[in-house]
């Protein structure tokens, strides 16, 4: 028998999305997201929910794009920070040692340090209450050569991503074991 | 210098998340998710895409409501043949050895075997491309006894969530090493 918990947003696992835009004086930006996901295979397109008193939300409206940058476990010092401080005080990229660099093809700047990122055209823009979601068209995905797997996409046993396992436990962690093939295992089944 | 990839949608980690819809016929189902994620706290919503063809995108415009249903590792075989099979050729519940329970609260059915589950009346429906996204306010969390910590929420230990290493490995992982506090290792920077 399941015990009623109430209205709580949790899930597992929940992914550390850091957001990448410039703000109006030209100061580049990054912020933690978790409230985030692919939403859509074609277009490809990715969701990602900021409240509307962050520095983030002004410049991805002012903007219409941004940066979504995904961090390897040893950069969680990083990742956490930037979901602590606020691009209106502190000029995160400086403080945290993370090196900005302008996207060729949108203005929003990515973080080098990370092992790859998405450039994201903003489509559109839904106020669902707390947060707002902008769902952006993802134009390309540019990653570091020596995290690419043997048909040249980010293999995530080299990525290795932080796993956020949600306000419940307040912690980070990193992947584990290989459990299965996907679209392969379940066949045992039929 | 970083490479360019294309557009692809990849992000590290995915979810594994198992939604649950009745069939016009009343036919308890189940789909496996990986586009989708938490996308307000207040009110608590959560996001969801589904291709227009699937027997629950059906079910969700008829009925209004789903369950999301977050599996375990040991579940990662029923997980994936969530994935494969068609709600609208087989019972997949029966098939799976899985057992449906109707919901209390909303016109959808929960995976009784697995951790946790979500249940959610549809809030929003967006039709991006080839994805349609639903956005369900969260009513209630509902979970087995052994897996709350002990402020009484669901614990990513005891869960054991499956990760999806996206179609980019196309293989699924277990959790791995807590590799920090949230909110509070990156507070070394400030």
């Known amino acids: ?42 277009p490809p397109c990715i969701a990602i929910s900021i409240r509307e008193v962050t520095q983030t939300y002004q410049n991805i409206v002012d903007k219409k794009c941004f940066t979504v940058n995904i961090p390897s476990e040893k950069h969680v010092v990083e990742a956490d920070y930037a979901g602590i401080a606020s691009g209106r005080d502190e000029n995160k990229f400086e403080k945290a040692g993370l090196t900005a660099i302008k996207s060729e093809i949108i203005d929003a700047p990515y973080v080098d340090e990370f092992p790859y990122f998405l450039e994201c055209k903003l489509m559109l823009t839904t106020n669902i209450g707390l ?3 902008f769902i952006g068209e993802i134009l390309d995905l540019k990653a570091d050569g020596d995290v690419l797997n043997d048909k040249g996409k980010p293999d995530i046993k080299k990525v290795r991503p932080i796993i956020y396992g949600s306000f419940s436990n307040s912690t980070y962690f990193g992947i584990g074991e290989e459990i299965g093939e996907a679209f392969s295992i379940g066949k045992k089944i039929e």
Do not use: D, E, F, R
Request: charged share 5%.
């Open 1 to 42: 028998m399941k015990k009623s918990i109430g209205a709580k947003t949790i899930i597992h696992p929940l992914p550390v999305l850091i957001v990448g835009t410039y703000n109006p004086n030209g100061q580049p930006n990054i912020m933690a997201v978790s409230w985030g996901g692919i939403c859509c295979s074609q």
């Open 131 to 133: 947060h707002t979601q």
